[in-house]
């Protein structure tokens, strides 16, 4: 079956580069087959495997039922998803991968959806049923705020655990999913704002200030910003040429080959900021500051409301869920904002911010109890804190980067001028002034001059003329 290729008119959407973050193209294609859609196979082994799991399994069991139907579901929509959905901005280690990783979104974001329409124990008793541990479990809230007077080496070395590097690494990835270092400090200080502003409703956001400081400020979220942007310079700095397996010939390099492609195509460094930003851009920054805090506060309400422990897998597979749809999410907000030749939200941007606020219309519907104890003035002067301080960000960043560039161009500009000039020594000074202090010589020169000038301008006329 050969490859299908579309074809696009002049108003299509590669015309404003919406074609580019939506459904990036594969380029450099070496090994066809795995790039090639194969509908007809994939059709009939899952037509196939269907039949066989109709007639052959036992269904005397409803809860097995459902939950074979419910993954049987799940696997023919992802099998779709693979087919239909688009690449997205990236398409490596291959865009079967993003494209399954878009329908695992859509999926989430019509279950949040269903869940709305549902009361707490119904919710209560599908989660449940999913997970039986968490049927009669109740979660208790842990107090870190505690004898915080008490300042021991060994207490703070019994603060080092598992959640520790846990959070250092995702500070990593988040430094390599925004790459700058501004609004990766932006939001983290903001998130100390915002635990401060909820404070009263989970109490487990109260810690000791030694805690806060030096553990979630500098120890975390400075050594994982640190580190995940000094990968991000280490890979703007590598030349990216990429050989075909087929010219390969040892196996060693082969292999070295097939594990790169697990490494991004390129890598390019994110301008959010820039001295001439808009007012719109501005705007763009801000909110993203405001999605990461709503995203951080929805995994604590709802593992709080729903009673889900912290070390449970449903909480890890819903942070490591969002961290991958989080990726082509933020590229395609990132080009939104900032080219203005994309006129268009891309389709994962799009649904990563509908789970965001589905989650957060979940959360203030079945956290009723919780949110009537909200204290409105707490919560405005967390989201006015918010605004501000990414607009001094916005502002100081613009600033610094205005000043780096103004010493840049006038640096260069000296330089031009020093490279210019003539470098005078003592024997050219001396003929130089012998030469300009004689009038006769340079009367003459002069003369001659006007003269060489005349006589090219009459031979570059006589030219044209019998050229004409």
């Known amino acids: 079956m050969g490859q299908r290729r579309r074809t696009y008119s002049t108003f299509s959407d590669v015309s404003d580069h919406f074609y580019d973050i939506n459904e990036r193209a594969v380029e450099d294609i070496t090994l066809d087959y795995f790039y090639k859609p194969h509908t007809i196979t994939v059709l009939s082994i899952s037509l196939v495997g269907l039949v066989y799991l109709a007639f ?111 959070h250092i690494v995702g500070w990593i990835m988040k430094a390599l999913l925004i790459r700058h270092y501004g609004l990766c400090w932006v939001i983290s200080l903001g998130w100390e704002f915002t635990e401060l502003a909820f404070l009263h409703l989970l109490p487990n956001f109260a810690e000791c200030w030694w805690d806060s400081i030096m553990f979630d400020v500098i120890l975390c979220n400075g050594l994982g910003i640190h580190i995940g942007m000094w990968i991000c310079k280490k890979m703007e700095l590598r030349t990216y040429h990429w050989e075909s397996v087929k010219d390969i010939q040892s196996t060693t390099g082969k292999i070295r080959r097939a594990v790169l492609q697990l490494t991004p195509e390129t890598w390019t460094a994110n301008k959010w900021l820039d001295p001439n930003s808009s007012f719109m851009r501005v705007v763009g920054v801000t909110i993203l500051v405001i999605l990461f805090q709503v995203t951080e506060l929805n995994t604590f309400f709802l593992k709080h409301i729903f009673h889900v422990p912290t070390n449970h897998r449903l909480t890890f597979a819903r942070i490591v869920f969002i961290g991958m749809i989080s990726a082509p999410a933020i590229k395609q907000y990132y080009s939104y904002i900032t080219d203005t030749r994309c006129t268009r939200l891309g389709t994962q941007a799009w649904v990563y911010v509908a789970i965001n606020m589905c989650e957060l219309i979940v959360c203030m519907k079945f956290g009723y109890t919780l949110i009537v104890q909200t204290q409105t003035s707490l919560l405005v002067y967390w989201f006015i804190a918010l605004a501000l301080s990414s607009l001094a960000a916005v502002y100081i960043f613009a600033k610094l980067l205005k000043s780096r560039l103004g010493k840049k161009e006038s640096s260069a500009s000296n330089g031009k001028t020093a490279s210019s000039c003539p470098v005078l020594t003592a024997n050219n000074l001396a003929v130089h002034n012998k030469v300009n202090s004689s009038p006769d010589n340079h009367g003459d020169s002069t003369t001659s001059r006007n003269k060489h000038n005349i006589r090219s301008r009459k031979t570059t006329i006589g030219q044209s003329e019998r050229k004409n």
């Open 56 to 166: 052959t399994r036992d269904d005397s069991s409803i809860e097995s039922n459902l939950w074979k139907g419910g993954l049987c579901i799940i696997l023919f929509f992802l099998i779709i998803s693979s087919l239909a959905f688009p690449n997205g901005p990236f398409t490596r280690p291959h865009p079967l991968i993003w494209r399954s990783i878009f329908g695992l979104s859509v999926l989430y974001f019509l279950s949040l959806v269903f869940v709305i329409f549902q009361n707490y124990n119904t919710v209560r008793y599908i989660i449940g049923w999913a997970c039986p541990e968490l049927k009669n479990f109740t979660l208790v809230l842990p107090l870190y705020a505690q004898n915080c007077d008490n300042i021991t080496l060994e207490r703070m070395i019994g603060h080092v655990d598992v959640y520790v590097f846990a």
